[in-house]
Structure formats: C-alpha cells, structure tokens
C-alpha cells in the first residue's frame, strides 16, 4: 500500500510538471510491478480522481 502511495505521489507530480496524463505514466509502471491489468487500470482511474 506504501509503494501506491508513493507512486501516485511520483506520477502526479510528473504528469503536473509535463502536462501529460497520469495514466501513461502510471499503468506502465504498476504493470512492471506485478498488478494486472484490470487492477493497474483501476488504480489509474482512483489517481486522476485524487488529482
């Protein structure tokens, strides 16, 4: 759960600095982590909404 929020942390402040979305960053990185797809995809929609 601490590796999430950190990771959120990390993709929103890239995606505020490069203006680019959240989810292009953020589903490659927990698909290298272990998540599937479904979980990845899910957890990137609950990021944009904090964000």
């Known amino acids: 759960m ?4 950190f990771l959120g942390i ?3 402040v890239l995606s505020g600095f490069f203006g680019i979305g959240g989810g292009t960053i953020l589903v490659p990185l927990l698909l290298l ?3 599937e797809i479904k979980d990845a995809i ?3 929609v609950v990021q944009m909404v904090f964000s």
Request: aromatic content about 0%; cysteine-free; proline content about 0%.
């Open 2 to 5: 601490i590796e999430l929020i």
């Open 33 to 35: 982590l272990g998540h």
């Open 10 to 12: 990390g993709v929103g």
């Open 42 to 44: 899910g957890i990137s």
